[in-house]
Each structure stands twice: as structure tokens, then as C-alpha cells.
């Protein structure tokens, strides 16, 4: 596609060629090809750049994830073990789990931006603190004690990871995005605990 989009959805909506790739695990170079294959859907500016549909790719992430729920080196990621079953029964009870799922695509996205970036932008850790804070309301709705929270959150955290897992960037670049991707994490913990500190 030629289309252009427009300077508010390339900041909202529109992903860089990096970007993409960070979200989908894969090099820049397997999603150029998969676009000029016609495979993944993006748009160039005028300049030539690919830019990608940032809902298309998460959901395409969230499909491969059902996908390798058959795999028994991959169980479900939306399906919990016996262990986390009380924390996830809570969160069904309250009628949260859209909600938070809803809010998981929203950090998703925060941490696609933040690595996508070289400095380190206040904006998105204050963003993901907030997001914290929020999970904390909805889990504290919830019955939740603060460690069920938190146990709750390191799950999704597990499957975040995916991000990063199949990232084949040079050892140096590799750990300097994931000293980037647990900037965020940390400040979605500790807006959470906080959270749960300011309701005491």
C-alpha cells in the first residue's frame, strides 16, 4: 500500500519498522521481507519508510500465542496453572478480566514506544506508573491482597518477555533493551504497590 498516514496516527497508531519487529520477535530484516511479500499489511510515508498497523501486529502476537497453546514447551499464556487459579477466579468474579486484558494492550504498546526509543522518556514511565495504579484499584475490586497483585502482574510479565525472546540483536544491543523493557515493568510495580499503599 502507498498510502500515507497522517502525523497523529504515526504516533498513535503507526509503528517503525523497529518497532514492529520488537512486537512480532522477529529481525528487521524477516518483516521487510514478510512485507514486500505482501505478508504483513504496512504503509509507506513519503520518504519511503514502512510504517505498521500497531492493533494488527498485537493481535497477530496474541494469535501466535493461541497458537503454541498446544505445544507442550509453550502452555497457554491465558490459561493459568492450579497455582494462580485463586487470583484468576477473583479477577472472573469481579468482571475484570476484559479490563485488565484491555489494559495489557495498552502496556504492550507503552513498551513497544519506550523500546523503540534512545532515551529515556519520562513521559511513557510515568504513563506505566499510572497503569500500575490503576491495576491496583481494579485488583483491590477484586478481593486481591497485594502479593496475589503482584503474582498476578509477573504473569503477564512472563509473557511480555516475548518481546525479547527471539530478538537477534547483538549481546550489548540485547541487554540494553532489556534494561529498557524492566524500566517499565518496574514502574508498572511500583505504581501497583503503591497503589495498594495509598488505599491503606
Known amino acids: 500500500m502507498t ?118 522518556d519520562l513521559r511513557l514511565l510515568a504513563e506505566a506508573r499510572a497503569l500500575g495504579r490503576d491495576y491496583a484499584v481494579r485488583s483491590r475490586s477484586a478481593g486481591m491482597s497485594v502479593a496475589q497483585a503482584v503474582e498476578a502482574f509477573l504473569f503477564y510479565r512472563a509473557n511480555l518477555v516475548r518481546l525479547l525472546s527471539h530478538d537477534p540483536a547483538p549481546a550489548a544491543d540485547g541487554l540494553a533493551r532489556y534494561e529498557r523493557f524492566d524500566s517499565v515493568v518496574s514502574a508498572v510495580l511500583v505504581g501497583l504497590v503503591r497503589g495498594y499503599a495509598d488505599a491503606a
Open 3 to 120: 498510502a500515507q498516514p497522517t502525523q497523529r496516527s504515526q504516533s498513535d497508531r503507526w509503528l517503525s519498522l523497529g518497532e514492529a519487529s520488537a512486537v512480532l520477535g522477529v529481525h528487521r530484516s524477516t518483516l521487510r521481507r514478510w512485507a514486500d511479500e505482501g505478508r504483513i499489511a504496512c504503509q509507506r510515508t513519503v520518504g519511503g519508510h514502512r510504517r505498521f498497523d500497531r492493533a494488527l501486529l498485537l493481535r497477530s502476537v496474541a494469535e501466535r500465542g493461541e497458537a503454541a497453546a498446544g505445544s507442550t514447551h509453550h502452555p497457554d499464556p491465558t490459561q493459568p496453572s492450579r497455582t494462580e487459579a485463586e487470583w484468576h477466579g477473583r479477577l472472573q468474579d469481579a468482571g475484570q478480566v476484559e479490563q485488565l486484558r484491555a489494559m495489557g494492550q495498552r502496556l504492550s504498546g507503552i513498551v513497544v514506544q519506550y523500546l523503540g526509543r534512545d532515551d529515556a
